[in-house]
């Protein structure tokens, strides 16, 4: 299972749009349905037409998605008590979500576009959990760390064996040791949050971050 939710619209005005001004005209040409439009025009045209508009609307949700997981207004907290953790496709995560040695990245249900939302969620036996581990903070042989690396802010998306890696400047960090950095520039590991399991199964936050999330913050 790997990681964020979004989606967005091509923006195209069709025969029913409520955008167009009132006494305009009542009636726009689709060259899909207007065979006389069509014969008029150069059909080399059209077809440029068509791939513009279809490059612009596959565009479109990716660069929505990317507005919404680097969005900077929000200042509050990233978690609190009870907040369900949930993957990209914004569906709440279960206890089987993952088996021993896996990761992905997960968000904060009611607030997965913020800049400092990405989450990383491992999983390993209980007992590989030691060094500065807050072992209150995990459950069910998860563990969960802020994405965002401590050195410069990129994600902390690779990983050598069991070694979590920012591929930026190659910050490495021990996820079975409270995510201590075990390599590379980064001056702090990566802030654990705490987690447990609600009444109905799923990973729900008991709180925020224990530490500042990314760059600065000592």
Known sequence: ?????????????DDCCSDCPDGGDPHHPSIFTDDRAVARRDYAKVLATVGGLTAVASLAAPLSGLTRVFERSYTGPVYSDGIYLVDGEGERVTESALAEGERTTVFPEPRPGIERAPTLLVRHPEDAYGGDTKLEFTVAGYAAYSKVCTHAGCMVSNEEGETLVCPCHFGKFDPTAGAKVVGGPPPRALPQLPITLSNDGYLVATGDFEGPVGAGGE
């Open 1 to 13: 299972m790997t990681g964020g939710h979004d989606g967005a619209d091509a923006g195209a005005c």
